[in-house]
């Protein structure tokens, strides 16, 4: 995300006592303490992962104990080569701050974790792992899953024009989209097996053209 850069770029410049070299457990946890206070009053609450991955220029995840790690470049892939990950411009900003809140109200209120926020939380981390062990037809199976949640459970946080190319991305398994962290910007995460089927696809779509960029391809 935008602010998520903003943040890494002020305390790359500004920041005092930055670990050099290969960063322990310890570095990395204080680190994202320390982004997420930069980031938080832009959000209202952050969770820091977004400027750290800024800052560090790669992919992180949370190990057993909260503990985040970088992931190594190429580490993920899918099982058919050409396989791509797009961003769409869904053409209609959004209110980080409002959503943010919804979110935590609905899945994390009082602090504890309701029993969605379970069931997000079990698809988010099997989408993960099946992402980052090369499990090609398996990941796409939990990534559709998790894109069913969102849809249902998350609807408000989509696009109202995007609300019928969601659905139609599910019923053909031509793309699967996913929610991500936009800074307002109205983007959302594609996953595809056909990059060019999809770019023609958005390129036409009712209400289009929409911008649809390739942010990395799976197989390296």
Known sequence: GSSGALCAALWDRYGIHKPAGRMEPDDLTGMI????????????????????V??????????????????????????????AILLVDTGRPGSTGPLVGNFLQQFFPGGSVTSEGEQFRRLADQA?????????????????????????????????????????????????????????????????????ATQDFFREAPGGPYGCLPVTPFTR
């Open 33 to 52: 303490r320390i982004l997420s206070a930069l980031e938080s009053p832009i959000h209202g609450k952050s969770s820091g992962f977004d400027p750290l």
């Open 54 to 83: 800024a800052w560090l220029g790669q992919p992180v995840r949370l190990i057993p104990g909260g503990i985040p790690e970088p992931v190594p470049a190429g580490s993920g892939g899918m099982a058919s080569r050409g396989s």
């Open 128 to 196: 993960i792992s099946r992402f980052l062990s090369v499990e090609g037809s398996r990941f796409s199976e939990v990534l559709s899953q998790l894109s069913g949640f969102q849809l249902e459970k998350l609807s408000p946080m989509i696009p109202k024009n995007f609300l019928p190319l969601w659905r139609e991305g599910l019923r053909t398994g031509l793309f699967t989209f996913k929610l991500c962290g936009s800074g307002g910007g109205g983007y959302l995460l594609c996953f595809t097996g056909d990059p060019a």
